[in-house]
């Protein structure tokens, strides 16, 4: 991999990037509408970099963390602490997304009951078999990359007949906020970097439109840093020939057609929703929830949930102006002071990909 | 906070507020509150206290035995002592296999003599089961002073070294808990740093052993105290294959990973090549390199600024809220 990071091919990408961009009066904006990128962005140095070489790079709303509203945090936090002996297994950032009623991981739960962190949605499945006396439920989130495995779940437990295990899926697609983020025109931006790892599910054909009707650049790019400065020459070139397209700049793991199999399970199991974000409202068939035949695995359906809460986020926080791109993290009153990853206020501080907390890891030198 | 997290003790920003904040003021000490790794007493001595919890108890490349004796000679080597006597209190919980105990005991005579210092004192406590886990060692430790370490001494042009690969420990711990159902064959770097003492009259003026919290974690703690900028450039910073795998497997950043037998030195300019060319002959050293320098062309006084691979700057933070309890 040091081929991506080396120093002297960065250097000849970015010198290439500057000769593209050099003639603008004002730098190209491009939304990387991955927390991935934001974070080799940053994790690299390459944001003052690229703004050396007329780019200023955007963070789009790709954190399925941040996206997830309150509303689902917050039934999380009913449910662990109304309802005996139930287990809520969740990915560790999940457990720490401040709600008006706390974290979930400062909840206290029901008798019998608990919250515990996975590292795979595997886990939780063991849990379930481990602990037959209890109910286990598994809060999971996610984009295409991860849909497919947590999907897979809901259909492991359904076959194996584990009647104390469901799923509470608070899933998302990518494409439909891109619309979104275009339609309403509350920012300008010059291109997308679609995000690498959803494209090898996906494919390709899905942000189509975005040229087509928009007639708006894009390429999907990896994570190394070289990765993403190809992405980025590829769309300094769309713009130069006016000839915007949905370029593959990661064709070493990205395939045209995506991931068929992966889709298949999605397909088979996964209806699509108007899905409320957190920042972006209500997206048009957006979001994915469990098949009516998988009623007896989903947790919504089988627990009688409420999602329809009126959930808002916490006084002061911008995150939804962050996953919009409308602010950077550093435009937030609160950044750094009152909300820090030891004290979160929203979830970009919480996630480890969220905007907030890799500009607060990773802060740009001055001078 | 109305009850202690496991965050007050992961070596982060969260720990070192505790300390300065809760602990120096309920004592008010001059000598406490130079939080030195080991407080220099009157008639040329050094002291210091650590305690052990790690889990598991045996790992690969080391035990609790040898970083009870390891961590403490260390944290005495780093203030500038020659570490001489050690004290050994155990903290057992009932039901631990006899077997298990006379090992570690083994481990903790082994590791004594390799780094020259003598177990003089001790004491033995046994808990209930479930009230403790297995095994808990504290050791306290006595020094001959030979050096002052002094931060304040560094001005631009200093070079900054590391004795050796990052994060072994860390993860040989993590790896041997079985958390991330991976196999990988890490050997934790748990060592004595006795061989650094003679550097102490060679030009070294600072040196700190990279624990909790890692390489970024220390060096943010002497940049905090300089008035220039530190600089490390991240392609010199020297990583062994499997650690740079795991870590990229795991997506965990090895300059926040503890190690127990790696040292970084502050050393005077012109005596950084002869400092590494004597780390590079000791077999503990062999890996040393000069990772950076102290600035004054880039960033602010007090900054630790890191040059990634990509030729990119950005500030490294100490390490706030990631934890792995109860590496050491």
Redesign the interface.
């Known amino acids: 991999m040091d081929l991506y990071t080396d120093k002297k091919t960065i250097a000849a990408l970015l010198a290439k990037i500057a000769a593209l961009a050099g003639r603008a009066a004002s730098p190209f904006r491009i939304m990387e509408v991955c927390g991935t990128h934001t974070m080799t962005v940053h994790r690299y140095g390459l944001k003052a970099l690229l703004r050396r070489a007329g780019i200023e790079m955007i963070s789009g709303p790709g954190c399925p963390v941040c996206i997830t509203p309150n509303e689902f945090h917050e039934a999380a936090i009913r449910f662990v602490t109304e309802k005996e002996n139930l287990i809520l297994a969740t990915f560790g950032d999940m457990t720490r997304v401040p709600t008006r009623t706390g974290a979930l991981q400062a909840a206290v739960p029901a008798r019998g009951s608990a919250v515990r962190i996975v590292y795979s949605p595997e886990e939780s499945i063991s849990l379930a078999r481990k602990e037959p006396g209890k109910e286990v439920v598994f809060f999971g989130t996610g984009f295409e990359t991860t849909i497919p495995s947590i999907a897979l779940m809901a259909r492991k437990a359904l076959e194996a007949g584990l009647e104390n295990y469901s799923v509470l899926a608070a899933l998302w697609i990518i494409p439909p906020p891109l619309r979104a983020v275009l339609e309403s025109g509350e920012v300008r931006l010059s291109g997308f970097l679609y995000p690498g790892h959803v494209s090898a599910i996906i494919g390709t054909s899905p942000y189509e439109f975005v040229a087509r009707e928009f007639g708006f650049p894009g390429a999907v790019a990896g994570f190394e840093p070289a990765d993403i400065l190809l992405g980025i020459v590829s769309i300094l070139e769309q713009i130069r020939d006016e000839k915007p397209a949905v370029a593959n700049a990661y064709a070493r793991v990205v395939r045209p057609e995506g991931n068929p199999a992966a889709r298949k399970i999605m397909d088979e199991t996964l209806d699509l929703y108007d899905a409320h974000w957190r920042g972006l409202g209500l997206i048009p068939q957006s979001g994915l929830r469990l098949k009516p035949e998988y009623a007896g695995v989903d947790a919504v359906r089988k627990h009688g949930l409420d999602l329809r809460g009126e959930a808002v986020d916490l006084p002061g926080c911008r995150c939804g102006e962050i996953l919009r791109g409308v602010i950077a993290p550093p435009d937030c009153r609160l950044f750094g002071k009152a909300c820090s990853p030891d004290a979160p206020r929203g979830p970009c501080m919480v996630s480890f990909e969220g905007a907030c907390f890799v500009h607060f890891k990773y802060r740009d030198v001055h001078g | 906070m109305d009850k202690v997290s496991l965050?007050l003790g992961g070596g982060g920003?969260?720990m070192r507020d505790f300390i300065a904040r809760t602990i120096v003021p309920a004592f008010e000490n001059p000598r406490l509150r130079e939080l030195l790794d080991a407080s220099h007493l009157p008639g040329k001595i050094a002291f210091t206290t650590d305690s052990y919890v790690v889990d598991p108890i045996f790992f690969p490349g080391g035990d609790i035995g040898t970083l009870a004796v390891n961590g403490t000679a260390n944290d005495l080597v780093v203030a500038g002592a020659v570490p001489r006597f050690i004290s050994l209190a155990l903290i057992l919980e009932e039901g631990l296999p006899w077997a298990d105990l006379l090992r570690i005991l083994r481990s903790v005579r082994n590791a004594s003599k390799r780094a020259g210092v003598e177990v003089v004192t001790g004491d033995t406590k046994v808990v209930r089961r479930g009230q403790g886990d297995k095994i808990y060692i504290n050791t306290s430790g006595i020094g001959r002073v030979i050096a002052r370490p002094r931060a304040r001494a560094a001005r631009p042009g200093d070079r900054i070294i590391v004795t050796g690969t990052l994060g072994e420990h860390s993860l040989a711990i993590l790896l041997a808990r079985g958390?991330?159902g991976l196999e990988a064959k890490v050997r934790s770097d748990c060592a004595a740093l006795t061989f650094l003492l003679p550097l102490w009259k060679n030009g070294a003026f600072w040196m700190r052993d990279i624990t909790r919290g890692g390489l970024a974690t220390v060096l943010s703690e002497l940049a905090g105290s300089l008035s220039f900028p530190l600089v490390i450039e991240e392609?010199s910073i020297p990583l062994s294959k499997a650690a740079r795998a795991a870590a990229?497997l795991l997506?965990i950043d090895p300059l926040y990973l503890a190690c127990e037998g790696r040292a970084v030195l502050a050393v005077k300019e012109p005596s950084a090549g002869r400092v590494l060319a004597v780390l590079k002959k000791h077999p503990l050293g062999r890996r040393a390199a000069v990772i950076g320098r102290v600035d004054r062309t880039?960033?602010?006084p007090g900054?630790l600024?890191?040059?990634?691979?990509?030729?990119?700057?950005?500030?490294l933070?100490p390490l706030?809220?990631e934890l792995l309890p109860r590496i050491c």
């Open positions: 965050e920003r969260t958390d991330f392609e990229g997506g880039i960033g602010r900054e600024i890191l040059r990634t691979k990509a030729g990119g700057l950005r500030l933070e706030t809220s």
